[in-house]
Every structure is written in C-alpha cells, then in structure tokens.
C-alpha cells in the first residue's frame, strides 16, 4: 500500500511558477513509476508528466513539455512538478500517482495509487 499526499498548489498569475511536491509513504518509494495527471472542470483527467522508478526516464504532455519539470528524491520518497510559465488553461486540480512498474508514462490503467490532489488556479 502506497500513500500519496500533493501538495504545493495554489493561485498565480499567468507566467508565475509553481512547484508541486507528492509525498508518499508505505512500500518502497523506490520500486513505482511515479505521474502527473491534471482534471479541469468539465473535462477527463489527463496525463502530465510522469518519471522512471530510478528517474532516468520522463515523459511530458505536449501541452507542458517545456514549461513543466517532473523530478523525484528517492531518499526523501517525494516527486515533484516544476510548473513554469504557467497559462490559465494551466488551471486544474493535479494529481499524483504511483504504479508498480520501471516506467508508466500516460497509461494511467497502470497507476493504482492515487493522491488527492492539489488545486492550481492560474489568473489571466
């Protein structure tokens, strides 16, 4: 069983910068793929980014690659989310994920921990 606990959201102006941060506790930090998936009103959830067990693979959205840095601390057993340049269509609540294989990417039938998420509001 994994634990997974966002947190770091918050309301910034458009092309301000956030830093997401997704505590997990539990079995070994080590041993999951960890993602960011995203859900604005109205619409599906959607993939973000996502890193490799060991973090020498990432992944990114077409929408964020650029802007947006996933990372992870082993030893501290927390992923990140650097969000920069952040844009209002940015405005989501974000989640993070856990799954137990080297690497998920956006399949997200492959993460079975889930956080609760953290709310992101960008302002126009």
């Known amino acids: 069983q994994v634990q997974l606990v966002e947190s770091g959201g918050g309301l910034v102006q458009a092309g301000g910068s956030l830093r997401l941060s997704c505590a997990a506790s539990?079995?070994?930090?080590?041993?999951?793929?960890m993602g960011w998936f995203r859900q604005a009103p109205g619409k599906e959830r959607e993939f973000v980014a996502a890193i490799s067990r060991s973090g020498g693979t990432t992944g990114y959205a077409a929408s964020v690659k650029g802007r947006f840095t996933i990372s992870r601390d082993n030893a501290k057993n927390t992923v990140y989310l650097q969000m920069n340049s952040l844009k209002p269509e940015d405005t989501a609540i974000y989640y993070c994920a856990a799954a137990p294989t080297a690497y998920s990417g956006s399949r997200q039938n492959e993460y079975n921990y889930w956080g609760q998420g953290t709310q992101v509001t960008v302002s126009s």
């Open positions: 539990g079995r070994a930090f080590s041993s999951y793929a």
